[in-house]
């Protein structure tokens, strides 16, 4: 395990700074497109809902949901599409939208099933990426911050559906992961 550093926590400032960044990015690398963003629901409502005002291209949104881990802190690598995209991705340039990649099973998952669809492009864009924690490969084109083996929360990212309202990222204490 790796050691925890307490009070792990990633500042509102640190966030905006960074999603500008990225959206920039993005407004270069899609100059004179239209893409479809397409948020993964819900832990990325958050950061797609500030990255597309930061954005100077006519984007389009949609949501895909998959099951979450529900109380638990880990991945069972069972994924499941709870609701599914509104439109078709045929010839679209699509960027997919994540809070956050762990072991990838989430993301390498919606990838394969949005490439069957056939779009023109497809790239991943996520705020967070826990690296170490790894299970299989997943072609991240747009990282925001490469982040230690913690549990975080806030910026979108819940426990048991709490703490997404926090403007900052944090990770979650032992003592709060225990007490649920
Ligand atoms: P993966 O399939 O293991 O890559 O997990 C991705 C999903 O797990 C994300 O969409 C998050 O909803 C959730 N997740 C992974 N790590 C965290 C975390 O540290 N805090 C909150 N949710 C997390």
């Not at 479809?36 to 949104?61: C, N, S, T, Y």
């Amino acid at each position: 395990m790796t050691p925890v550093p307490s009070g792990f926590m990633i500042s509102e400032e640190e966030i905006r700074a960074k999603v500008r960044e990225l959206a920039a990015r993005i407004n270069a690398d899609y100059k004179g497109r239209s893409p479809l963003l397409v948020g993964i629901l819900k832990g990325a409502f958050v950061f797609l809902a500030d990255l597309i005002r930061e954005m100077d291209l006519p984007v389009e949104v949609d949501f895909i949901a998959t099951s979450s881990y529900g109380h638990s802190t880990e991945s069972t690598g069972i994924v499941k599409i709870i609701k599914d995209l509104n439109q078709n991705i045929t010839d679209r340039d699509v960027l997919l939208v994540e809070d956050i990649v762990d072991t990838g099973l989430t993301l390498r998952y919606l990838y394969n099933l949005l490439l069957s669809r056939n779009p023109r492009s497809l790239e991943i864009c996520v705020l967070l990426d826990k690296k170490e924690r790894r299970k299989v490969e997943v072609p991240v084109k747009y990282v925001g911050f490469e982040v230690p083996d913690l549990f975080l929360v806030g910026y979108g990212l819940d426990y048991a559906e709490k703490f997404r309202g926090l403007k900052y990222i944090r990770a979650l204490s032992p003592e709060e992961v225990k007490g649920g």
